[in-house]
């Protein structure tokens, strides 16, 4: 039986990198792709917990997680397609200023 | 066994760090997809198998295949092409090869020793899972379809609009 201690403390881990490669990377699409690293370890979080009462709460928590990121992901795209159309570039600087 | 946990957590660890930190977009994406494999592995030593194919089956398969898509649309042509050829040269597998190795043998050593011996954490068991999602949880799956389809109708709205701007102004 894995303590639960080590695997909030993985969970923390993978948010901690999926945070650190947000606020390091320009580029976009690393940008979703860290979101998806810290979705994917808030939902670890879950499961984890879920595991050490023995409930599936945890599990359908994750399916909900899981549901949201597919969303997410799918108008995070269509952005990033609508970014490089207009800026002919994958940097969010680019996009820093907005039209007012 | 819980050191299964532990091998696939250090692999979860390392691919997912250099994943970010990768400066080419396709090599992050080879790395992040070993990352979310050995999470999948992590749910099943944790005794949430279905979560994990849940997770093998939406997040390595339909996400990462929709990120391979926008990657891919956004360098098309002659260039692209040659670019894809050196970016894809053979040594470039070694690293997510030996890391989705390990979690190869780890997975078939979980199944051959049997759910006694490998997977002592009591097991949630997807049917249970099924009637906590439609007994109590009704409400959250209806406004999970109501997101995805919000989520559906933003993204037809942002791909279609595109063409159609020019000749509008």
Request: aromatic share 4%; hydrophobic share 75%.
């Given at each position: 039986m894995v303590p639960a201690r080590?695997?909030?403390?993985?969970?923390?881990?993978?948010f901690a990198i999926g945070l650190a490669g947000l606020l390091a990377r320009r580029n976009i699409i690393f940008i979703l792709m860290s979101i998806e690293v810290m979705l994917n370890a808030a939902g670890l979080a879950f499961i984890v917990a879920g595991q050490r009462w023995g409930q599936a709460d945890g599990q359908v928590v994750f399916i909900f997680?899981?549901?949201?990121?597919?969303?997410?992901?799918?108008?995070?795209?269509a952005l990033v397609l609508e970014l490089y159309h207009q800026y002919k570039s994958l940097d969010v600087d680019a996009a820093s200023r907005m039209k007012g | 066994m819980s050191l299964t946990f532990y091998i696939a957590a250090v692999v979860a660890v390392a691919a997912t760090s250099l994943a970010v930190t990768r400066l080419n977009a396709v090599h992050a994406l080879l790395y992040l997809i070993v990352s979310l494999l050995a999470v999948a592995v992590v749910f099943y030593t944790l005794g949430a198998p279905f979560v994990?194919?849940?997770?093998?089956?939406?997040?390595?398969g339909a996400i990462m295949v929709l990120f391979i898509f926008v990657v891919m649309l956004l360098n098309l042509g002659e260039e692209a092409a040659r670019e894809e050829r050196v970016l894809l040269k053979p040594s470039m597998w070694i690293g997510p090869g030996v890391l989705a190795a390990i979690l190869i043998a780890e997975l078939v050593y979980l199944v051959t020793a049997g759910t006694t011996t490998s997977n002592p954490a009591p097991a949630v068991a997807p049917v249970r899972v099924g009637m906590t999602l439609f007994g109590p949880y009704l409400l959250g799956v209806e406004l999970a379809s109501m997101l995805l389809l919000a989520g559906l109708v933003a993204a037809y709205h942002l791909g279609w609009h595109r063409p159609s701007r020019p000749e509008a102004r």
């Open positions: 080590d695997g909030l403390a993985l969970a923390a881990v993978l997680i899981l549901a949201m990121a597919a969303a997410e992901v799918s108008v995070g795209l | 994990a194919a849940l997770e093998v089956i939406i997040y390595a």
